[in-house]
């Protein structure tokens, strides 16, 4: 026999569960829509998830994430976009290279959009004003279009009388910035540059073949996100072939790479996160600035430079946030 103080128990259990699971269903869902791979890109969505959290919302409790991603094949990216706005989240945080916004603001003219990207939003046509971002898209920035021309520079400050510079890119990024500004830099500068187009592992040994028979001075590697799911070979090859390379992130010199010059990420990355709750919390995309980098930071492995047989001059090691022996 049940007793009724059980049957009344259960009554509760039972009434207990869609009730969970109705305010389960009203958690806020974000789109993660990444360009490049779920590895390449865990960093930057641990931050991410660090700038919810100072809003208020944490990841399995108040709120829900749905990551898409793409492995760095970009004409994926459509289908994934398209994807995400049909599950009706409430925001897309697009990261991991300018194509990733650019599909989900083709997919989408309502659900707000968060972008963290590497390029100027403005030259890639995200955005006509940075400080009031139309429309449903505002983000943040490593703005990599202005620091381009100061890796070459210090390329050049490492490798003094050397003039023949390697420039490896992703021909299937049509948003990349950066180089009208080598040009003009290398022209500047004295140096000559050669553009090195490859997106697959295959198209990478053949680039950096390429570069060895040419007997290049150097290689700067753009910060295609695309790119840098391929870094562990990137940087073998480079080292392989014994080419001194700057690379856009430190991710590349922590996994062996000599060099790297760019924005300090994880704090706009956070910012990125915030933006996303703020925007959950009722404000508008068009009413938050896009974020610009303020903080930059330049990481040096000194082991590898001696494997390269290169002296370090004192101003590079003196500009270093930090230095890898």
Known sequence: MI????FIAGLGGGAAWPLAARAQQ???VIGFL???????????ASAIRQGLRKSGYVE????????????????RLPALAADLVSRQVAVIIAVGSTNSPQAARAATSTIPIVFSVGADPVATGLVSNLRRPEANLTGVTGNLRALASKRLEILRELLPGRTSIGYLRNPANPFDTDMTDLMAAARSLGLQI???????????LSAFQSMAQQQLAALLVSGDASLGTHFNLIVALAAHHAIPTIYAGRGYVLAGGLISYGTETDPLWQLAGIYAGRILKGEK???????????????????????????VPPTLFALANEVIE
């Open 3 to 6: 007793r009724r103080r059980d």
């Open 26 to 28: 009203r958690q806020p």
């Open 34 to 44: 990444n360009g490049s791979s779920f590895e390449a890109a865990a960093q930057q």
């Open 60 to 75: 399995g409790q108040n709120v829900t994430i749905e990551y898409r991603s793409a492995d760095g094949q970009y004409d």
């Open 194 to 204: 050669s553009v090195f187009a490859a997106s697959t592992d295959r198209e990478l």
């Open 285 to 311: 995309p068009a009413d938050l600035p896009v974020v610009l980098p303020t903080k930059f930071e330049l990481v040096l492995n000194l082991r590898i430079a001696k494997e390269l047989g290169l002296t």
